[in-house]
Structures are given as structure tokens and as C-alpha cells.
């Protein structure tokens, strides 16, 4: 070993605890880059391969009833390689076990199995086996929230008769890689789930021997959707169809394509943050390095060292902080990878979900890594390299002090002595202060941003479920029913209140944009479901005329006054012009409401009610839900409450988890930045520290001397870290500003505590291991010493 | 005491032809510009060093002797004038070239030892003899200065005096053709600083090494074979001694 690498394996270890600390925040910055990349190319590799060997399809539309002789005239449309017919019909189910109703959405599959779109993966059991009336497979995340299996059975109505099925095996469908029931955000697997039985038992129950009501295409390479689109929608006007749509407006896709954008964005965001701290803290570092080692350069450089081995041996130094932070950011970033994508199999149900590691994304992330550390180094490193020998030799010239800007606006008088040192110091090295300062608001900001989640899921759960969705349970009827059924509903037992409302699917029109939706009629003293206004004001609706929430009317570019283009996709399928009189505002998914009255005059129809919101009597609510089980009219309950509980169980431990590693990052970052300015600071004033002591200072004085500056770019950066941090949560609240939930703007101020506080213990600790080193500190070696 | 200079000389320049010459410095002007301020160094240096000779150089402080030496060394460029060693124009080089030139030809002695503290003095001494082309043992030159059982001891570990003497073995492993020391005793007591001189003077003598050392103490140019007198950046005299006295002899 030469005698430079020697010296190299020396300052190391003199630097280890400083070095330690880079490499600490460059080990985060790698593993989340590597955990964000790698679960997102595993999320989108498993998409890809599920959809195309399971033939997922491109164009999916529904429909009251056509004949099965219309499928060649489907196939028939230009650009359209496959088509797939089936029988699709929502039931409750009677799950054992389970006192609410469930709904079963039932999907018709051909008696023999055969290749189809939307193609099953069978993880259990068999396929059903023809002429067996009674035989089901079910989705297996249906199957395992309620832990059914193979041979075991539940009871559906089909078509007004209570119906054993029997279980005969557990599969997935790419169509329900997120399995939700329409129209919810949180999904309940409990409550909700997909089985398919065959089609010569479904249509006959459902009086669609010969036919269908729900259709799956796939396109030619280089077809155009829209195109298909158009011609679907003509030719199955006549059959009641429910509009045709694509890929972006099916909610399992939709929802994994967001979550997929999601992981790309903060895959992208939170390694350049840790890395350009690294850069930072590296070149701090090395900068004083090499300002301490002038003498060293300079007789390197006297006896013929070349600059480039000179400056080859300070980027030595941080290649060792880079190379060791790199190989434990891949490696805990493999690891928390894995476990990531053990939190999206709850989510997201795959046949198979592996973690998709390859080369180039380890590569990049050495990449990255030698780069940010490059950026840090180079210009210590040159400076090393830049260094005149003959000047090198002098020690460097003392620091210029001048009156603070405290002192110059004229606090003087306030300062002691040594709250002056420190405020000079600041003065004098600014930059490093301002930056220092930035880094560790930042990790402060990193906390508020992952804490603002938590506080702004808790915020859109109590505006959606509290204000605007007020009803215990939904119901909703196989077909449309006369109004006065509501009444027969007030009679069971434990209902306290029932309030009816009429749904109409329609497509929206304003210009040349669309959107398919559901017009929801409510009565005007509604007090379940009240859309609120941006203020969360409860909305009176107008006696006529739209009221459509700010997301869609947004999506169609519509104003308040602008007449929009209602095209009816029920009964005799009306077209209409109706004007948007106001606007609603809740979190989540698109609305257009209506006064209840107003929009059976639209249809005219008589009073007509797809359903019922409930407020029920808790104490009786079991009962109920058998009872309501046992109304074949009804194809779907929904209780909230089991909703939201199933829904916090799985956000909240997934939340859990993320908040933790949020903070042990932003605890790393405040770590290394206040511990490396502690020693950086140490290694500058060990003799003015020193002479202090022998001037009589206590330790405890000196101390305070040495830290007084690290606690005060620590308090500086508290507000800086808020307004950081709510800077960053705006900028999330704008990225989640979906069709299917927006997450609303509110920081709590626990939040704001919270972070300081954690980023607050960090700079603590850091302090305190710094400060271990002053009762180490000797004396005569530190006035002995030239510098 | 300086011996009695020989009656004047008959001729301007010193005996030895030019031919002999190993440094060749010629009109040299160093200046250097602090903002509007121009201090200038050197004010015209012409000097030669002859091979195998021991050179003191005498002067008030500031009268330009480190900055003269740094630039024999090549660890500087002058402002003006012409720079020759053999026949490598330093003039006119650039720095990979003056590197090459202080790697080959080149040995320091620093006033502050300049010692790597994280190296012990035997690495302090490989740093150097590894890159070098014929360099000694690193344990044999510091056997040379008396520290062969020192070997792996730290810097902060040695006495000022020790540490110069491991600089010295430093600067004398590579077997340089030319040795510049500024100040070399400085730092030095009395016993220490001959110690010191003597180890010089051997390597000047058994290895023929061009030895120039700059120093502020008037008595040790006594073992020189020529001082050089500088003042206000120009050389204000040069004197040959007819005999020398060696170190051990010097007293002040
Ligand atoms: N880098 C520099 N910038 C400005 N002036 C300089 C620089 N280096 C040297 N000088 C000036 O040049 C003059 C000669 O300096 P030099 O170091 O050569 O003197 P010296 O004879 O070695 O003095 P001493 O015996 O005190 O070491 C001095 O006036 C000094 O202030
Ligand atoms: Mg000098």
C-alpha cells in the first residue's frame, strides 16, 4: 500500500463520524430512489404482462339487452380485433359469517373455458365444469377478506330466488386488479366482490338467453379509440347502452395508473432532495479538508505529486463515503422494496407481483450517486488541485471578521461576547449558514409533507362521510321502482330515516368534451346526502337545473350559466339541454346533482326512485341487514361505517409505515447536517475553543460557544421548514387532484409540531455527540498546532 | 565569523566557467499585485549554482530569499527574467512540467517541517521515495539522519528537531541533484539546529547533492562553499569562502 493511501485510510478513519453522516444521507437518498424506481417498475411490469396474457381489453361499455347476433356487428367495426359478450349483473350475496348484505357482481363466463378477453387467472380450484348449475369461482381478494375457499358456499339471488352457489375455485381478473364497487373510493373486499359463473346459468336467470348486457373489445394495433368509441355507441344506442370508454376511465386501471404517476413523481422528488444535501454536506466537508491539509497539499505538490494525483486522493475520500452509502442505499432500498410491494399486493391483486430488480436501475443509481457526490466534491477538490504550492505553504491568511448584521443595525449592546462569536461566525461563512439552515428545514418540510397526507386523508373522510354522505346505508334496486317503496323501507325495523334518490346515467356534453356520468336526483330537504359548496356549506339545490362539483365541471370546462348537452342513456333516451346553475365542492369522485323533482319532469316520469339513503338505529342494525338481504329488489347495500373501518385498517398501517420511514429520513438529514456543522465548526475554532478554556471558560461555556450556532440555524429553519412544508403539501394537494379523490389543503398544526419536534431531537442528539468531544479536547495539542 | 574575503577579485565572476552551471538564473523580477498594491520580490536576480556546491543564502526578512528559492525550486514562476536548470528552460514551463522537474530533480526542507501528521516517518519518507526513480531505502535515509529507531513514530510523536531531520531524510531519499531549505534550523535550539546542518552537509558531501539553504543566522554561512547576501530582492553580494568550516565547528 503507498504511503498516500495510507494517509487516505488515516483521514478517513479521523473523519468517520463526519463521513458516516454523508454516507447515512446518501444511503437514503439511494434506497428511496431504489425503492420508489424498483416498485415502480415491478407495479408497471406486472400490469403489463397481466394485461396483455390475460388479454385485458381496451373499450368496455354496458347495456340493457342485445341480441347475441350483434356481436359480429361489433366485430364487424373497423379496428376492433376481438370481441367479448357477457352477462354482468350486481346481486346481494348472503356471505357466511357476514350480517351485512354483500354485493356480487356476477360476470358470465363460457361453459367450457375458453380463451377471452378479460381472461381468468385460476389461483385455486378448477375451472366450472358445464352443466353444474351452481358452480361459482370467486375473486381471491373477495375470498380471503371473508376466508372462503374451495367447497365452500353462499347464497345469491338471482333474479328473485335465493341460489346456492358452490365455490368450486379462486381466481383474478386483470379487469379487477383494484377491486372496488363503482362509484366508491376505498375499496371493501368484504363487501364487494366479482364471481364468475357460467353463462347458461346467468342469462337465463336474468332473462338474456341469446344476449348480452355487457361487452369487452379489444382494439388493432394503431385502431383509434375514439373512433371505436363513436361507432360502439351508435350501433348499441338502440340496446340501451351506457356509453363506451376506454382504458383511462376503468376504475382499476385508472387507479393503478395514478398510483403508478404517484411513484414515479416521488421516486423522482425525494432522492434529489437527500442527494443535493449530500452534495452540500460533501462539499463542506472536503472544502475544510482541504483548507486543513494547505500544508499537506503543498508539500505533496513540492516533492512532484501531480494535481491530478492529489486531486484523485481528496475524491478518493468521497468515493468511500459514496461507495459505502450506495451499497447500503441499494440494499435497504431492495429491502423496503420488497415490503412496499407487500403493502400493494393488499391493494393491487396480481396472479404475481415480484420485485423487478435489473441492472440498469442499480446502475443508474450508482450513476446518481457518483454524480451528486461529484457535485459536492469537485469544487473542494479544485480548489485542492488549485492551490499554489509557494502559497500553499503559508498557513491560510486569518478569517476577516466584521460586525455582524445584529451588531450593525445596532444590537450590540444586546450580544455577550460569545453570542457575538457566533453570530460572526454565521456572518462570515453565510452561504454555508444559509444552506445549512435550508437542509435542515427541509427534512422539517419532509415530515410536514408526510404528515399532511395523514392529515389530509383524515380531512377528506370527515367532509365526505360526515358531510356530504351522511346515511348509514345505500340501497339500490335491481331497476328502477315507483317512489313509494321508500315507504315499505321506512316500515322495516331500525330505520329511522329514508331518503330516495333517482339516478340517471347520462353522457355530458359542453363542446367538443364528454364525460359519462350519473345524475343523481336528491330531494331538496335532503339531510344524508347534501353536496356541499367550497365553504362546506350544505347546497340547497335549485328547483331547475344542474349543479355539477368543481372537478367536473372542470373536466368539461363548464361555467355557472353555460347550458350543457344531456344525453339520457336510459328509458327513451333524451337529449337535453340544461343549464349549470352552481357549483358543489366534496373530495371525492365527480357529481352532477339535481333536484329530485326536476329531473323526473326532464324524464318524464312519475316519481321514480333508483334507490334509498338510510339512517339506521345501531342498537338493530344487524337485524336489519338480513332483512335487507332477503329483499330480492335490492342488488346492492352499502353500509358505511364497515366502509370507512375496513378502509382506515389498510390506509392506516400503510400510513403507519410511511410515516415512519418519513421521519427516520428527515431525522437522517437533520442528523447529518447539524452534526457535521457541530465538527465542521469544531475543526475551525478547536483553537480559539481552546484558548477560551485556558483563559478559564468553562466547558459547559465553550459549549454553548460551539452549538450556539448549530441551534440557532436548527430555530432559524423551523419557519422555513413550514412554509417549506406547506409549500410541498400544495404542491401535493394539486398533484392528487384526481377524478376519484382530492385531497383538500389542511396542515394541522400537530403536524407542524410534530415535525419540529422530531427534526428538533435529531439536531439534539447530533449536538450532544459533538459535545462529547470538547471533554476530550486537549489543550496543549490544540495550542501546540501551527494553525 | 565569516573568514576575511580574499583580496578583490580580478575578475567579475566567480572562477568556475559557466559551462558548469546546473541553475542558471538570469535577470529574474518577481512582483506580486495585492489589489492596486505591487510589492515586487525580487528586483532583478542573476545567479548561478554550480554542481555539488553548498550554498547559503543571507538576508534581511522580506528581502526575497523564499521567494527566490521557490522559484529554483519550481514551485514558482518568476514575473520576468529567464530560469534555467541544465537544460530545462523552467522559464517558460508550464505546471505539469515544473511537477515533473520537482518530482526528478527537486528536494525541500520546509521552516515548519510540513510533515503529513496522519503519515509515521518512515510513510512520510515513502511518500516521497515512491515516486521517485532511484530513490533510497525510506528506513536507510532516515538511517542516514540518526532516526533508524524512530521509524514508526508519528509526527506529534517527535521532537521539532526529529521532525526536521525527518524532512530532511524526506527530501534526501529521492537522491535529488538539488536540496533548497528555508530556514531549516528556524525552529531549531542550538544542539538541534547543527545536528541538522551536519546531516546536510553529509548528503551535500557524499552524495554531491546541490545544497542551498536560506537562513537568517549569519554563522552557519561559515560551511558554506559560496553566500549569497540578498536585500531588497537583488543580490547585494556573493562571497566564496577559501575554506570551510564544518558544522560541529560553527558556534553562535
Ligand atoms: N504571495 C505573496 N503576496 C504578496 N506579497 C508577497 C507574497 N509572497 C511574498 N510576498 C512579499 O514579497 C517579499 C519577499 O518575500 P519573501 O517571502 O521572499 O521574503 P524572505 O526573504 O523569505 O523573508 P523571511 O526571512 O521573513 O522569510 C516580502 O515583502 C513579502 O511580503
Ligand atoms: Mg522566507
Redesign the pocket.
Known sequence: MSALHRKLIRDLIHMRGQLFAVTLVLACGIATYVTMRSSFFSLEAAQFDYYSQFRFGDVFTHLKRAPESLAAAITAIPGVAAVQTRVLMDVTLDVPGLDEPATGRLISIPERRAPMLNDLFLRQGRYIEPGQRGEVLISEAFASANRLGVGDSLDAVLNGKWERLHIVGIALSPEFIYEIRPSEVFPDNRRFGVLWMSRDVLGPAFNMEGAFNDVVISLTHGASEREVISRLDQLLDRYGCLGAYGRQDQISFRFLTDELEELRVYGSILPTLFLCIVAFLLNVLLSRLVGTQRGQVAVLKAFGYTNWEIGLHYLQLALVAVTAGTLAGIGAGLWLASSLIKIYERYFHFPALQLHIDAPLILTAVAIAAGSACLGAVSAVRRAVALAPA?AMRPEPPATFRPGLLERIGLRALLTPASRMIVRNLDRRRWRAVFSSLAVALSIAIVVSGRYAMDAVDRLVSIQFHTVQREDVTVVFQEPRSAHVRFELAQLAGVLRVEPFREIPVRLRLGHRWRLIAVLGLLPDAELRRPIDSQLHPLTLPADGLVLNTKLAEILGARPGDILTVEVLEGARPVLQIPLVSLADEPVGLGAYMDLSALHRLMREGDTISGAYMKVDPAIAPRLYSVLKRIPAISGVSVREAMLASFWKTFGESMGVSTAFLVGFASVIAFGVVYNGARIALSERGNELASLRVLGLTRAEITRILLGEQGLLTIAAIPAGFALGFALSLLLSRFFSRDLFRLPLVVNAGTYAFAALVVFAAAIFSGLVVARRLRHMDLTAVLKSRE | MPPPQPAAPRTPDPPPPPAAAVFHIQGVTKV?R?GDVQ?H?LRGVDLDLYAGEFVVVL?P???????LLNILGGLDVPTSGEVHYLDHNLTAAGDAALTRFRREHVGFVFQFYNLIPSLTALENVALVTEIAEHPMDPAAALRLVDLGDRLNHFPAQLSGGEQQRVAIARAVAKRPEVLLCDEPTGALDYTTGKLVLEVLERVNREVGTIVAI?T?NAAIAGMADRVVR?SSGMVAGIQRNVKKISPSELSW
Open positions: 502559497e | 506580486y495585492m510589492v520580490a538576508g526578512s522580506g528581502s526575497g530569499k523564499s521567494t536560506i537568517h540578498m
